[in-house]
């Protein structure tokens, strides 16, 4: 039986890098980490740490090929833990709460031609 799709936007896989940090910590500093995917709506990535659904958090990237980047910001959705080797990562899906409307133009039009 298929599961039927609960996504608004259509992803891409993308395997680029983001730079994080979460915006209601004090003294934050960003991180570095990758994509899995991304949507006009929000993206995927993968962390070392695992926050709780509802953190926001502050994004900068760029598409690939494009020399813009892209800074949003983006509220945890939903997490899933895995392990590599002896490490956990945390893929997190971030909807995105703030992104101008050039950006967020940007990031539909590369999804939408793939």
Known sequence: MDIPERRRFPRLPL???????????????????????????????????????????????SIPRLNKLIIAKGRIVWVRQFSVGISRIYESGIEFVSVNDEDRKIIGEFVGKR
Do not use: H, W
């Open 15 to 61: 395997n680029t890098k983001v730079e994080y940090k979460v915006l209601d910590q004090e003294e934050a500093r960003f991180f570095a980490t990758v994509t899995k995917d991304i949507s006009q709506g929000g993206i995927c990535i993968r962390l070392l740490e695992q926050f709780q659904p509802g953190t926001i958090l502050e994004l900068n990237f």
